[in-house]
Nanobody, 127 residues
């Protein structure tokens, strides 16, 4: 079974930048995609960014397009989320997960299934 561990979350000021990491053990390529999801207090969990295992295509929710970039290392064992121009509304617990929701933009869907989740890392954007 794939095990995922997130790291890098911290408190930053609006307009700042931050990179999150997701270290994976096991074969993440057994699934359609790997991605980042977030949940703010009192809100539903939502898809943020994901990368397809079939063709390395990336997908982002509209509110983070142009600000966030998802990538992974050559061994495909670590996935990153590089965040820039952070806003208070980006405050949330960020989770890494493998997903079999489907091809393309479907990897952002919260319908799943999600064979594995990390435990999350807190990102707080405030002045």
């Amino acid at each position: 079974q794939v095990r995922l561990v997130e790291s890098g979350g911290t408190s930053v000021q609006p307009g700042g930048s931050l990179t999150l990491s997701c270290a994976a053990s096991g074969n993440t390529l057994d699934y359609y995609a790997i991605g980042w999801f977030r949940q703010a207090p009192g809100e539903k969990r939502e898809g943020v960014a994901c990368i397809s295992n079939a063709d390395d295509s990336t997908h982002y929710r509209n509110s983070v397009k142009g600000r966030f970039t998802v990538s992974r290392d050559n061994a495909k064992t670590t996935v990153y989320l590089h965040m820039t121009n952070l806003k208070p509304e980006d405050t949330a617990v960020y989770y890494c997960a493998v997903t079999d929701a489907g091809y393309g933009v479907r990897c952002l869907s919260m319908d799943g299934p999600f064979p594995s989740w990390g435990r999350g890392t807190q990102v707080t954007v405030s002045s």
